[in-house]
């Protein structure tokens, strides 16, 4: 593993730890315990594998675990399939190339700019790429400097954003969270991921909160309400989808409700 996705494993390792009780895993509470959740050798028990290994593994230490330990480790930690695959993804050899944004080919731009709904693609760092005319009378992407365009930076740290989504915004944001925790941890390390979560940190202290609980989450569609400051209050339901063209590309649509 590359040495901070090392790092982001053990940490997600520990999270989940600290989330289980004894007896959510069938194990008796024993004496009193000085921190939340279960200790390193209960984890090492439950999942078969010795507890110095356990140990590196969790302080992010030079180890590879096996598909089988990784298994093992999920069993253990009852985790979900989102949980299951983001520890898989972690555990990966190899190292990336550094992120560069991504391009939207000429033929999808032109399909968003086509869709009658609010439309926009974004890339693995939810930087927004493309828009269309129906996104842009709501988002308002092009008064926004490039590097703003962020789906992230707009919904954590701008407060004419946030106090549009009223008091559905922290359950939304707190979901976004988790779901770009999954795509970042697998980037660990990489300056652009670390300079946006850099700028989140310093503008969201909810951000800092939700990140250090190192929940992950899938991509999931859903509806959204939001207050428009000449349109009034809009209701959406959304969806993404992946292209074809590049997988890193997501297209995002708005429809009415």
Known sequence: ??????????????????????????????????????RREEVAQLAGIGVDWYIRLEQGRTVSPSVTTVDALARALRLSKTEHAHLKDLARDGERRPFTREVVPPAIRR????????????????????????AEEIFAFGRLPEEDRNTLLL??????????????????????????????????????????????????????????AHDVQGTLS?????????????????ASFQANDDPALKLVIYTPV
């Not at 730890?17 to 921190?35: F, H, I, M, N, Y």
């Open 1 to 38: 593993m590359a040495d901070q996705r090392r790092v982001e494993f053990g940490d997600f390792l520990r999270s989940r730890r600290e989330k289980l009780s004894p007896k959510s895993v069938g194990l008796p509470a024993g004496q009193r315990r000085r921190t939340a959740g279960l």
């Open 111 to 134: 399909l968003v700019e086509s869709l009658p709904h609010p439309a926009y693609i974004t890339g693995r760092r939810w930087d927004v790429l493309a828009w269309n005319k129906a």
């Open 155 to 212: 919904v954590l740290t701008n407060k004419k954003t946030r106090k549009s989504y009223g008091a559905g915004w922290a359950d939304m944001a707190k979901r976004m969270v988790a779901m770009f925790r999954a795509t970042h941890d697998v980037w660990a390390g990489d300056p652009a991921f670390a300079e946006l979560v850099t700028r989140l940190r310093a503008g969201s202290p909810e951000f800092v909160k939700w990140w250090d």
């Open 222 to 238: 859903g509806r959204k309400t939001f207050t428009h400051p000449t349109k009034g209050v809009l209701h959406f339901e959304h």
